[in-house]
T-cell receptor
Framework: SAVISQKPSRDICQRGTSLTIQCQVD?????MFWYRQQPGQSLTLIAT?????????ESGFVIDKFPISRPNLTFSTLTVSNMSPEDSSIYLC????????????FGPGTRLTVL | AQSVAQPEDQVNVAEGNPLTVKCTYSVSGNPYLFWYVQYPNRGLQFLLKYITGDNLVKGSYGFEAEFNKSQTSFHLKKPSALVSDSALYFC?????????????FGTGTLLAVQP
């Protein structure tokens, strides 16, 4: 397993601004993922954060809107850029280990409200 | 494409009674299935998974799930519900088509256990 922390835990932002969310893991992990959970809905994968290379984005998500960094095997950031009220969601970081169809472990999430 | 369906938005059960949260899946190969629980204002916690082997899988907090290939189902069960089990439950399937270990989540089922 892994212990994952996220910062900030919540934030209220003005439209047009950007917010960077940090994800820290207590051990080196192969895979890191960023999900969005809109109010009352399920989780949607935004992108896979690849260490040392550009993130792999899912359909409907683009790098200009959600730039991601992963400088090492224990840390990643997700930036929500030029925010609008539609970006109000919980953003979750998760990690996975190689070597089979293993479960992912999730951070506590960042609750973002855009006014 | 892989997918999971959770047909019930909410399940109500009295404390001490058995509970079932339903999940059906659609995959093109061998199914790798997962259950997660989300408590209010918390991230997702892994409960159990089915990869191969016995159809009855035991997990955390006394939960178990039964894999049924003919019915393409993976229902979550517990013999005796607790009020503290009240939470949002997600079924997930591993996606073969994209990033390694990418999870596809169902829409979630809110479990309400009445004292």
């Amino acid at each position: 397993s892994a212990v994952i922390s996220q910062k900030p835990s919540r934030d209220i932002c003005q439209r047009g601004t950007s917010l960077t969310i940090q994800c820290q893991v207590d051990s080196q992990v192969t895979m890191m993922f960023w999900y969005r959970q809109q109010p009352g809905q399920s989780l949607t994968l935004i992108a896979t954060a690849n260490q040392g290379s550009e993130a792999t984005y899912e359909s409907g998500f683009v790098i200009d809107k959600f730039p991601i960094s992963r400088p090492n095997l224990t840390f990643s950031t997700l930036t929500v850029s030029n925010m609008s009220p539609e970006d109000s969601s919980i953003y979750l970081c998760s990690v996975g280990f190689a070597g089979g169809p293993n479960e992912q472990f999730f951070g506590p999430g960042t609750r973002l409200t855009v006014l | 494409a892989q997918s999971v369906a959770q047909p019930e938005d909410q399940v109500n059960v009295a404390e001490g009674n058995p509970l079932t949260v339903k999940c059906t899946y659609s995959v093109s190969g061998n199914p790798y299935l997962f259950w997660y629980v989300q408590y209010p204002n918390r991230g997702l916690q892994f409960l159990l998974k089915y990869i191969t082997g016995d159809n009855l899988v035991k997990g955390s907090y006394g939960f178990e799930a039964e894999f049924n290939k003919s019915q393409t189902s993976f229902h979550l069960k517990k013999p005796s519900a607790l009020v503290s089990d009240s939470a949002l439950y997600f079924c997930a399937v591993r996606d073969y088509g994209g990033a390694t270990n990418k999870l596809i989540f169902g829409t979630g089922t809110l479990l309400a256990v009445q004292p």
